[in-house]
């Protein structure tokens, strides 16, 4: 990820080629494996979309957004192919996993029976959202590895380099909030028994929405932390503590920061007049 990426901020789409190579190579080396491979792509996807962004000075916005939709569909992709053309199941081996693991811990008989009982109850609920699963797992992957290739581009080719816009100027198109108020819609009013398939599209929309309106939530907590002169270090420390040590809060957190990410829509906290922002696809 790390060289891929040195190598396209210093030489550019000459870089594609290299890189193309390496998967050509990757692809006979691991075949088609499901971890290796899907890793190897996802790598390099990183790697060139991170450069990119810094390169020709993209908003952070951008880059989070392509970024994790281009590594999204291969993780999806990986998942599929491997269940419907090799017979693999990837959540079922890591259900028999954890299973196994639970089975062979020095939990309480009594405790295991209740994670194996909830685990169980999830268990189509699970099943239903790994679209989302691997959106939310590609958006970290993005996220974690375009801030390793920062530090390295910073360190080794050029200290001044910085992106125009960060993440305190992420602000969805204004359209997109319907897609948040249909996919709930339709999660709370398709039966998921007769309908399975629409209720499954609906659910995950919604939650890949409420994903990206909870990053515009942070945005507006960092953009106005920035303006007042605080520490943002500070603040997202004490949103880690929030998540670590108090987990019960978790998803009233969530709930709390997509509602203002979702309000900014009309509110505009920021009053941002970004044309560029306003005429994109996002």
Known sequence: MVATAMCFYKWGAKTLLVSAGILVAGFFLYKISAEFFPMLVIAIIIGIFSAFSLKYNKPYQ???IYATLAVCIVLLANFYLLKFLKGIDLYEQSRMQFMEYLQNSDMPIDKKNELKTTFDAANVLIRTIIPFSYFLNAMLFAAFGFSIVRIFIKIFISKDVKLT???EFFKLNDYLIYCLIA???GTLLIDAVSYPIIHAICLNTALVFTNLYTVQAIGIIKYFALKKGFS?????AMLAMLVIFFNEMLILLFIILASIGAIDFWADFRKL???ENANNLW
């Open 232 to 236: 943002v270090k500070i603040i997202f």
């Open 183 to 185: 996919g709930w819609l």
């Open 62 to 64: 951008f880059y989070l």
């Open 165 to 167: 816009k960060g993440v």
């Open 273 to 275: 007049e970004d044309s």
